[in-house]
């Protein structure tokens, strides 16, 4: 039986913030994925994107290989796990996938792209991720909760999602 939720989404989609609140609110472990490969690799993101978007895409996949053998998780993942297929598969067999789905505009309102590896070229460079990543995320998720409100309102939705899920 899948036991683990993932959440999937563009940077500043929300996918931290709101996984730790339903994680409190379902009395699950937190993962930020982001967190778990600087963890397991000694290096932070930015240093790792420094030797190549594969290197860390490499670590995302080792991640998406130990996050999904644990138990009862809350996971948030990077926004481009979906760029390789093999980490959705692995997902797949133990988490339930739940893309937060914010409008682009709302992320170019709230993102600091200065803090993030593959948004540092502007704000141009969130849209053109979206357009990439978009379509990806929806094939993937078994359930989509839009994020275009209150964040409470979003983590609400999404809780009721899940315990749907676990009746």
């Known amino acids: 039986m899948k ?7 563009m940077p500043g ?3 931290s913030t709101i996984g730790e609140v339903i994680a409190k609110k379902l009395n699950l472990t937190f993962y ?12 932070t993101i930015p240093e790792l994107f420094e030797k190549g978007e594969d290197v860390f895409r490499a670590w995302e996949t080792k991640a998406c290989v130990e996050l999904s053998k644990k138990n009862n998780l809350i996971i ?3 926004g481009g796990v979906v760029k390789k297929d093999i980490n959705i598969d692995i997902l ?3 988490c339930i996938i ?10 170019v309102k709230d993102v600091n792209v200065s803090t993030r590896p593959l948004l540092k070229d502007g704000t141009s460079k ?3 991720l979206f357009d990439e990543r978009h379509e990806l995320y929806r094939n993937a998720a078994d359930i989509t909760v839009v994020n275009n409100g209150l964040i409470e309102e979003v983590i609400e939705s999404c809780v009721a999602r899940i315990r ?3 009746r």
């Open 3 to 9: 036991n683990n939720i993932v959440l999937i989404g």
């Open 13 to 15: 989609c929300g996918k």
């Open 32 to 43: 930020d994925m982001d967190v778990y490969i600087e963890k397991i690799a000694g290096k």
């Open 76 to 78: 948030a993942s990077g």
């Open 92 to 94: 797949k067999k133990q």
């Open 98 to 107: 739940l893309y937060i789905d914010r409008p682009v505009e709302e992320i």
């Open 126 to 128: 969130v849209y053109e």
């Open 164 to 166: 749907e899920l676990f």
